[in-house]
């Protein structure tokens, strides 16, 4: 009898000890971070305002990441140092912020809002920078973008308080932004614009209700350059509200046949 016990007692001790080692399995494998076991199969770049002309595209992030070895690409999930993709594109003078996130299925996320070059400024000084269209100040780069570009005595602080302004008007609007090709800033701190379609300068005067001028050019374009030629003006002034001030270009000097 006291051997049957026995047998009962060790049988049920070893169930319990199973069940126990079981249990502690399943725990553990519950636990298990799953970026231990998967491996990064997509990366997901997403730039805000990407419909902005800047100098960010998911390519472009791409290059930076796999330059300094680690795009995260094939890599396991827990190798893949979110925190560092963060700060190492937030290091690009292009990038205003970043953020990266793991999913499940093994993506890796990367959100970020870029820094929008309105004007090129290229100082009588020898300064030349991008001003974005926040005011900030971006060093020129190997980077080429389709922007106005300002020249004359320029001062950042200038740039930032009123080229911002005007370089977000025309970057606001598609036929201005291919239409004009440089500003350029006088002593006085008024400014001539130089258009791409059209032999002439444009005046724009001082950098005030610079909207209201544009609107009164464009009018002008449509219903009297239009007719009488685009070239028909070497001047045309937008200085004075309500009106346009326009100088005829001269006719060339004749030509005389040389004496025989």
């Keep these: 009898m006291m051997m049957k016990l026995n047998w009962k007692k060790t049988a049920l001790g070893a169930l319990s000890a199973a069940l126990a080692a079981y249990l502690l399995l399943a725990v553990t494998a519950f636990n298990k971070p799953q970026g231990k076991a998967t491996v990064c199969t997509q990366v997901k770049i997403n730039i805000a305002d990407s419909s902005v002309d800047g100098f ?128 350029n800033v006088l002593a006085d ?19 005030v209700g610079v909207q209201r001028k544009l609107d009164r050019l464009r009018k002008f374009y449509k219903y009297g350059l239009s007719r009488v030629g685009w070239d028909r003006y070497s001047y045309i002034s937008l200085e004075f509200d309500n009106q346009i001030i326009c100088k005829k270009r001269q006719a060339p000097a004749p030509v005389q046949a040389p004496a025989e």
């Excluded at 003078?93 to 004007?119: H, M, N, W």
């Excluded at 009588?124 to 080429?144: E, F, K, P």
């Excluded at 950042?156 to 440089?182: C, E, H, M, P």
Aim: proline share 5%; hydrophobic share 40%.
């Design 56 to 183: 960010l595209d998911a390519d472009e992030i791409k290059r930076m990441l796999q330059g300094k070895g680690i795009y995260p690409l094939g890599r396991p999930m827990a190798a893949v140092d979110t925190r560092l993709i963060e700060e190492t594109l937030r290091r690009s003078p292009f990038v205003a912020g970043a953020e990266v996130y793991k999913t499940d299925g093994g993506f890796v996320c990367i959100d970020l809002s870029q820094r929008t070059p309105v004007v090129r400024v290229k100082s009588a000084s020898g300064d030349d920078y991008y001003v974005d269209n926040h005011g900030g100040i971006m060093a020129n780069t190997r980077y080429v973008s389709d922007i106005v570009v300002a020249t004359g005595p320029i001062s950042r602080a200038y740039a930032k308080r009123v080229l911002t302004r005007i370089g977000n008007t025309i970057a606001s609007d598609k036929f201005w932004q291919s239409q004009v090709v440089q500003l």
């Design 189 to 207: 701190g008024s400014i001539e614009m130089v258009p791409r379609v059209g032999d002439n300068i444009v005046y724009l005067g001082r950098p």
